[in-house]
T-cell receptor, first 113, second 112 residues
Framework: SAVISQKPSRDICQRGTSLTIQCQVDSQVTMMFWYRQQPGQSLTLIATANQGSEATYESGFVIDKFPISRPNLTFSTLTVSNMSPEDSSIYLC??????????FGSGTRLTVV | GENVEQHPSTLSVQEGDSAVIKCTYSDSASNYFPWYKQELGKGPQLIIDIRSNVGEKKDQRIAVTLNKTAKHFSLHITETQPEDSAVYFCAASTSGTYKYIFGTGTRLKVLA
């Protein structure tokens, strides 16, 4: 299965600042996905990132807050902009393999103070 | 909207005992049901999955059962070991889509 590397693994950020999370996959994939996992809660899809086109955002998530880049078939970034304490979560990069099952990166644990 | 309910939220068992986690889904179109294990500091990892044309699937100490009529599916872990301690998530989706509805997770603690 694909190996996903995510950086940083964790960060503590001041409110009002932005953090860019990087995701590198060891194989070419058409679609990459960004999930949010709030403390003690389930996984929520933020957006789908396709190479060569704008990301597709799920209800409740907007590009101004979570801009995404997808410059090639193995890399994507998610930026969390103008952060507030409510943005404290684990952010997960993932790919879908064999058209059905997700493989997740190890996540970025973000704390906003 | 569609949702997946997962119970219990926490589960403690003695090493060697069995653990059962149950999920109920609402979307009758769902036909693919994966289970993920998330260890501390790591991302969720697929441990087993089942499709709607199968009632049960087993892989060593873990098994999943599906009752389509009742719209529920369960994860069974036998002979639990301390390394089984983790958060387990169920999910429901429709084959060919990337839309998963995840359960809220079960924190399993296996006591040595």
């Amino acid at each position: 299965s694909a190996v996903i590397s995510q950086k940083p693994s964790r960060d503590i950020c001041q409110r009002g600042t932005s953090l860019t999370i990087q995701c590198q996959v060891d194989s070419q994939v058409t679609m990459m996905f960004w999930y949010r996992q709030q403390p003690g809660q389930s996984l929520t899809l933020i957006a789908t990132a396709n190479q060569g086109s704008e990301a597709t955002y799920e209800s409740g998530f907007v590009i101004d807050k979570f801009p995404i880049s997808r410059p090639n078939l193995t890399f994507s970034t998610l930026t969390v902009s103008n952060m507030s304490p409510e943005d404290s979560s684990i952010y997960l990069c993932s790919v879908m393999e064999f058209s059905t099952s997700y493989t997740f990166g190890s996540g970025t644990r973000l704390t906003v103070v | 909207g569609e949702n997946v309910e997962q119970h219990p939220s926490t589960l403690s068992v003695q090493e060697g005992d069995s653990a059962v986690i149950k999920c109920t889904y609402s979307d009758s179109a769902s036909n693919y049901f994966p289970w993920y294990k998330q260890e501390l500091g790591k991302g969720p990892q697929l441990i087993i999955d089942i499709r709607s044309n199968v009632g049960e699937k087993k892989d060593q100490r873990i098994a999943v059962t599906l009752n389509k009529t009742a719209k529920h599916f369960s994860l069974h872990i036998t002979e639990t070991q301390p390394e089984d301690s983790a958060v387990y998530f169920c999910a429901a989706s429709t084959s060919g889509t990337y839309k998963y509805i995840f359960g809220t997770g079960t924190r399993l603690k296996v006591l040595a």
